[in-house]
């Protein structure tokens, strides 16, 4: 285990993660699931195929709490971390602008071949929080299915 671990390791490193997405990738925060959460986005990454869930729950207008559920590579294990770290406690106005590259930057950057990884985090939170808004009646379904602009 510990071998595959430093394997891995090395090889993420050899991929040119900085510290930052190591850090957010051997250590996740904010895995997992929300039973009947207010808001849920699913979303997939065309390019590779992987998949992201973000579950969140909302009080005052705010992300009171956030999990999410990845099935996918390194980048996007950090991208999901970051991501719910980033909107953990900010209102829904305030958290539907966090953008790809807004994730990308905070994590200092990821690895050229690696950007399109960076693209999930956003929209999967874009996605619950558009379905919470559904949910409530504050937009219709043909404008949560409206694509945005990145
Ligand atoms: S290779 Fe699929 S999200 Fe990174």
Redesign the pocket.
């Given at each position: 285990m510990f071998g595959i671990l430093f394997e891995g390791d090395r090889w993420m490193a050899q991929i040119g993660y900085n510290e930052t997405v190591m850090d957010h990738f051997m250590n996740p925060r904010n895995v997992g699931v929300i039973e009947n959460p207010d808001g849920y986005g699913k979303v997939g990454?065309p390019?590779?195929?992987?998949l992201?869930e973000i579950f969140i729950n909302v009080k005052d207008d705010r992300i009171d709490d956030i999990k999410f559920r990845?099935f996918?590579?390194?980048?996007?294990i950090a991208?999901s971390s970051m991501v719910t770290e980033m909107a953990k406690g900010k209102t829904l106005d305030e958290a539907i602008k966090i953008t790809r590259n807004d994730v990308a930057e905070k994590l200092g950057g990821l690895p050229p071949q690696?950007m399109?990884?960076s693209?999930?985090g956003a929209d999967a939170l874009h996605a619950a929080i558009k379905d919470y808004w559904v949910k409530i009646g504050k937009i219709s379904l043909q404008e949560a299915a409206e694509e945005e602009e990145v």
């Open positions: 990454n390019v590779c195929g992987d992201m990845t996918g590579c390194g980048s996007a991208v690696k399109h990884c693209n999930l």
